[in-house]
């Protein structure tokens, strides 16, 4: 069992450019939640997705971001026209259910924004 | 609204110390509490998870405790080694309608042991 596995692990792109981050849940997790830790800040939550249905996207920014969690295939958090202030690491987190059991979070991908 | 809160910030002992994390919530619906360690630029390593039935979780030198009517946990790490050195994150997962599973994580305590 591999893990959460977020890839790529650092990405840098160029302000306007569009950046996608992606996460492969745990084998057998079909809840996958993304966190956003911008510098000297929390974890902030941002989106949970279950296999093709978002169910809570409260914590995401209302433009320029999306979330999708495919029937097959890895979830892809896509940030578009990226701006300097979405410089931040972004974590994947799996779980069994969405109440009883604890997260497994992946390493993150950390985002530049030149 | 829940929000969770960790003192000390930062916290700086000497090799072989014991010592108490702590981290405060103000919602006692939850159903459980997970503390995480977080190294410099890496992901969150699970430590401990707490059940809300559960008073404490152990696991080698660490051990957890639940207090969910007061709203309070400590980690407590016995013989602190320098390779603890880390921060300390603790996040509640809450309970109620409209909450989805989410975690809402404290800012976290940065630990320092000094050889």
């Known amino acids: 069992n591999a893990g959460v596995m977020q890839n790529p692990r650092h990405l840098v792109r160029r302000r306007g450019q569009e950046a996608r981050l992606r996460c492969s849940p745990m084998k057998g997790h079909s809840h996958v939640y993304w966190y956003r830790q911008l510098p000297e800040e929390g974890l902030k939550f941002m989106v949970y997705?279950?296999?093709?249905?978002?169910?809570?996207e409260s914590g995401m920014p209302k433009e320029r971001f999306s979330a999708e969690f495919p029937k097959e295939g890895p979830s892809i958090l896509r940030i578009q026209q990226v701006v300097r202030g979405d410089s931040a690491a972004y974590f994947c987190?799996?779980?069994?259910?969405?109440?009883?059991?604890?997260?497994?979070f992946g390493s993150g991908t950390r985002l530049t924004v030149v | 609204k829940q929000e969770v809160t960790q003192i000390p910030a930062a916290l700086s002992v000497p090799e072989g110390e014991n010592l108490v994390l702590n981290c405060s919530f103000t919602?006692?619906?939850?159903?459980?509490l997970q503390w995480f360690r977080q190294d410099p630029g890496k992901g969150l390593t699970s430590l401990l998870l707490?059940?809300?039935?559960?008073r404490e979780q152990t696991s080698g030198r660490l051990n957890a405790s639940l207090d969910k009517s007061s709203g309070r946990s400590t980690l407590y790490i016995a013989a602190s080694q320098p390779g603890d050195s880390a921060t300390y994150l603790c996040a509640v997962r809450p309970t109620g309608s409209g909450n989805t599973g989410k975690l809402i994580f404290g800012q976290g305590t940065t630990l320092q042991v000094k050889p």
């Open positions: 997705l279950q296999k093709e249905n978002i169910i809570d």
């Open positions: 919602d006692s619906a939850i159903y459980n």
């Open positions: 987190a799996s779980s069994w259910t969405a109440q009883d059991y604890g997260y497994t």
């Open positions: 707490i059940q809300s039935s559960q």
